[in-house]
């Protein structure tokens, strides 16, 4: 770091920005390791840098006790080079992309990128009657992301969005607060904002229109970091760098599930199987709902013991599924009601959360009189963890679900080792995950755990909390709603939201609406029907139309499977989410700010749902800068443009980017059967694209940190057009030790109009198949990926 440099520059940087709390004065500024403190007269600001693209900033008021940790940072600090300078008129600190300018008078924080100014503190901390603030200046044009999962339209500017993790059932086009509410503002300039603290309270998202976003909480940390980058992918990753990246979850998780509330006996549980095996409908998994430990809803929460009445063999179900590749997830709640089997135990193990007098604090809820178990006890995270290993893992399950973990009920008197019920609500999900996660670390470490969880906070992902968006109505209200909660959950790093496809509330029964569900859950991230039982969730038992138009998706779903395989990499080592808005590709286009209607998947599939009945036709936007294959026809379309679209019955709409190498599987009924080394490899041949590339991770869709290990393998593709010849290069970039891999590749090449002079790989002539029809070149190579392997084709 360099010294202060005198200077009039910095007090240029942010001239005309609107003024902090009159009342706090600056005293004093002291530089420390990596930041600077910084002393007014009514405490203390200490602000480090992260790196040249994260900056923090606590304000510790005078007296103020120690602040408790984070529960969402992991990143630590390390030394940033930053210049210093001063001025009459403050300081400034700049890296090479996050800067800070503290003005002296009046007292103000501002942060700028690369020169370019992003927020400012307005009143900064104040302390009010019922609720602690932190209060910024916004730009006039900025659009707002961020608070987690809610249903709002993109731009959720305007709104105070309330930071109390609860459930909402049967919601549709709007619901104002979910499951998930995360302390994160993310703007349209490409900054974000992280309030890196526990309690409840507000977002509030400019309400009164007056250019005010002001974070609200009852306690706790007066802690935020803002984070910039180049690009939004990178925001994106910086973000995720700062509080930790998903853990690959099993390949299987990418496979089709069965699950329904719910399987009431062990016959109804393998019968469903058999329908699809009958029906020759892929799936990789069946999960169990509350009957699993009792016959009725009411008065068995909390038993988490196999109920042998319905499922006498429960062990031996569980390893007949095992053995047809179905793996078994049951529910599990932190609910104990003093009804069930559990209950004495509970209390004589101090693991329930108390009332004022030390007593565990009991209430009614729908499913009874209840008591909370305290994960934040050691000594109610082991009584739970022992159940998990006891009744659940040990007896061959291979997932975790915990579901009502908002709390769903949870009174604000109730007391937790740690805090009060406000304190640690919103992140008591988001522990639950992470009890369960380090258990299996612990435990059983050769397993990547699969852990389905319906509330968390910010830095859930790291725990391999698999989220999904809560009890949404069986209604295209409920339909549209979802590519924006799953668009804006994997900006805030939990990328694997999902939705219950078909939709979860209510018995209406709409062919229609269920499968262009389940079309569009194709290209999300995890594929999961899930339905009250009145109408059945599961395609096997819908009409036979029905059920002919879900296989294909569902057998869709698979085909995708290296390339979706390959987004679960990518996200695990950059945090790129699954689904991407089109403002990604085009920043500076105000019309896509707000649009969530079309959307990425992954880089290189443009798709737009079908979100209304009847829909003969479709308004799709097109990002420029590419051409855009249409799926299933030769169609190409120029970018920079919408365009209507003609819908068909078996698919949405979808596209792939010109240019772009997409990896696809063999037919198969489930993960287990898949085979990396018989792939087909399609290539989007455009004469707009002269140079391409792409790549296929790959590892045995079970081991814990296989990347980390060694224990992959990475192959890249890449194109090159020169007048009448295409030359596409193979080369692997790891292989795993003393494996030796042969892969017997189908290439199909798109957009080809002509037949080819001749294909030669390393040297030799090869025989091809050209299609006139669908204007594709099928070559077949057998690849021996120790090394490189050239084919080029001459037209």
């Known amino acids: 770091m360099k010294k202060f440099v005198y200077t009039w520059l910095a007090a240029l940087v942010f001239q005309g920005s609107i003024a902090q709390n009159t009342d706090r004065k600056f005293e004093t500024l002291n530089e420390r390791q990596n930041g600077v403190e910084v002393l007014v007269n009514d405490g203390a600001y200490h602000i480090q840098f992260y790196n040249e693209h994260i900056v923090e900033t606590t304000f510790i008021p005078k007296d103020d006790p120690i602040q408790k940790a984070s529960h969402a940072v992991v990143l630590e600090k390390k030394n940033v080079e930053y210049t210093s300078s001063v001025s009459d008129s403050g300081y400034d600190f700049e890296t090479q992309g996050v800067s800070v300018f503290i003005q002296k008078q009046p007292f103000q924080i501002s942060y700028s990128y690369k020169g370019n100014p992003m927020i400012s503190e307005k009143a900064g901390y104040v302390k009010n009657d019922s609720l602690e603030t932190i209060q910024f200046n916004l730009k006039e044009d900025e659009i707002l992301y961020g608070g987690g999962a809610r249903a709002l339209g993109m731009n959720r500017r305007g709104h105070r969005l309330e930071l109390y993790n609860k459930a909402h059932y049967g919601y549709e086009t709007t619901s104002e607060l979910m499951n998930f509410t995360l302390p994160i503002v993310i703007s349209s300039r490409q900054y974000m904002v992280h309030f890196d603290n526990a309690p409840i309270g507000f977002l509030d998202l400019d309400s009164n229109a007056d250019n005010t976003l002001t974070y609200e909480t009852i306690s706790g940390r007066k802690t935020y970091q803002v984070i910039a980058s180049d690009s939004w992918l990178d925001v994106i990753a910086n973000y995720t760098k700062l509080t930790g990246r998903q853990p690959m979850p099993p390949r299987w998780a990418l496979g089709n599930f069965s699950s329904r509330f719910g399987y009431h006996s062990q016959e109804e549980t393998e019968a469903t199987i058999e329908a699809f095996k ?135 008197e109730l007391l937790h080792a740690t805090g009060t019920a406000n304190e640690v609500h919103n992140i008591y999900g988001h522990d639950w995950a992470r009890l369960v996660f380090e258990g299996y670390q ?74 262009r569900w389940l079309q569009y859950g194709v290209f ?17 038992y819908r009409s036979d139309s029905t059920k002919a138009l879900a296989k294909q998706a569902i057998e869709l ?58 829909l003969k036709e479709q308004h799709v936007y097109f990002p420029k800068h590419s051409f855009w294959f249409h799926f299933y026809s030769t169609e190409v379309i120029k970018g920079g443009q919408f365009k209507t679209v003609l819908t068909v019955e078996h698919a949405i709409p979808t596209y792939v980017r010109a240019g772009a190498f997409i990896p696809m599987a063999k037919p198969m009924q489930s993960t287990a059967e898949y085979n990396s080394d018989a ?21 045995d869709g079970k081991t814990p940190m296989a990347y980390e290990k060694g224990q992959y393998q990475l192959l890249t593709f890449k194109a090159h057009v020169e007048k009448n010849k295409l ?69």
């Open 278 to 412: 009958s029906d020759s409908i892929p799936v990789d998994a069946i999960i169990l709902d509350l009957y699993w430990f009792g016959k009725e809803l009411q008065g068995t929460m909390g038993n988490l013991e196999v109920f042998k009445d319905s499922f006498p063999d429960f062990e031996g179900m569980v390893s007949r599924l095992n053995d047809k590749h179905i793996k078994t997830i049951a529910i599990t709640e932190p609910f104990v009601l003093t009804t069930s089997s559990r209950w004495e135990d509970a209390v004589s193990k101090d693991v329930m959360a108390k009332d004022s007098l030390g007593n565990p604090f009991t209430y009614d809820f729908y499913f009874g009189n209840t008591g909370l178990i305290d994960i934040y006890k050691p000594e109610g995270e082991q009584w739970f963890w022992d159940i998990y290993k006891s009744e659940i893992i040990d007896k061959g399950v291979a997932g975790i679900w915990g579901d009502l973990g908002e709390p769903e009920v949870h009174p604000k």
């Open 557 to 614: 779903r698979y085909k995708l499977l290296p390339y979706n395989y390959n987004l679960v990499f990518e996200n695990n080592q950059m945090g790129k989410p699954f689904m991407r808005p089109l403002f990604f590709e085009e920043p500076e286009n105000a019309k896509l700010q707000s649009y969530s209607k079309t959307y990425l998947w992954g880089n290189d599939f443009l798709v737009a749902p079908i979100l209304e009945p009847g």
């Open 442 to 515: 612990r435990d059983y470490p050769e397993v990547r755990p699969f852990i389905l969880m319906r509330a968390g906070y910010s830095g859930s992902q790291r725990y391999g909390l698999i989220p999904w968006s809560g009890d949404v109505n069986r209604t295209w209200g409920g339909l549209q709603s979802q590519p924006e909660i799953a668009i804006q959950m994997g900006m805030q790093g939990l990328s694997y939201m999902h939705s219950d496809l078909g939709g979860f509330a209510g018995p209406n029964l709409d062919d229609e609406l269920y499968v």
């Open 679 to 699: 792939l087909e490899l399609h290539y989007y041949h455009h004469h707009s694209v002269k140079e391409s590339d792409g790549q296929l991770y790959d590892d």
């Open 727 to 795: 030359k596409i290069d193979f080369e692997s970039n790891h292989e795993i030790e003393g494996q030796l891999n042969t892969k017997n590749m189908e290439l199909i090449i798109h957009n080809i109009s002509n037949i080819p002079k001749h294909i030669k790989t390393n040297g030799g002539k090869i025989p091809f198949n050209w299609s006139s029809e669908s204007k594709t070149l099928t070559i077949p190579l057998v690849w021996g990926t120790s090394e490189e392997k050239e084919v080029k084709i001459k037209f």
């Open 524 to 540: 999300q991230p995890v594929y999961r029907p899930h339905a009250q039982e009145e109408v059945p969730s599961e395609p096997v």
